[in-house]
């Protein structure tokens, strides 16, 4: 095997790895919020009056849980990732500095430090996106495709309108 062919496999394993870790990465970010959004939607007789305790009416309940299913969705499938992993990523910003500032309790204080590691993942999610395996990566594919299409459809046209005979009027 010469040189460049064992350069260009390690580099294939290493694009094929970093997918692979993005998808996992992804997967275990969304877990989280896919989870909670599904438990706050089936027990939705109990869970806002809870949520009320905590200064959160009903219309901000509703729509914690469709961005917590929603952009879950988003970061699980790989879906306008980017968007979604920045809409959660503010989402546990907001949530740690809002819920989670008693220090003095060890329990609150773990749940500020999980929000924010939790954030800073779906950053830098958001900078680097979803990776090959995400429905991101096949619709990318899929409209690069169509404009190739179109593009060799148009040079088509225009190299038979050179051709077409002009009949005098």
């Known amino acids: 095997m010469i040189l460049n062919e064992r350069a260009a496999k390690l580099l294939a394993t290493r694009l094929y790895l ?18 909670e959004g599904v438990t706050l939607a089936t027990h939705f ?9 905590l200064g959160v009416g009903l219309p901000l309940f509703i729509a914690t ?23 959660l990523g503010l989402f546990c910003l907001a949530t740690a ?4 500032t008693d220090f003095a309790s060890q329990n609150e204080l773990l749940h500020f430090e999980k929000d924010l590691a ?14 090959r395996f995400s429905l991101d990566w096949l619709l990318a ?29």
């Open 65 to 87: 849980v469709a961005l917590q299913l929603g952009a879950g969705l988003s970061v699980a499938t790989g879906l306008l990732t980017r968007l979604g992993a920045v809409g």
């Open 45 to 53: 007789e109990g869970a806002p009056k809870a949520m009320a305790a």
């Open 18 to 35: 970093r997918d692979v870790a993005l998808l996992a990465g992804r997967l275990l970010l969304s877990l989280i919020f896919l989870h």
């Open 97 to 100: 500095t809002l819920f989670h």
């Open 141 to 169: 594919g899929y409209l690069r495709q169509r404009r190739r299409d179109k593009d060799m459809v148009a040079a088509l046209l225009a190299v038979e309108n050179q051709f077409s005979l002009r009949l005098p009027v």
């Open 118 to 131: 939790i954030s800073g993942g779906m950053f830098v999610l958001a900078a680097v996106g979803a990776g």
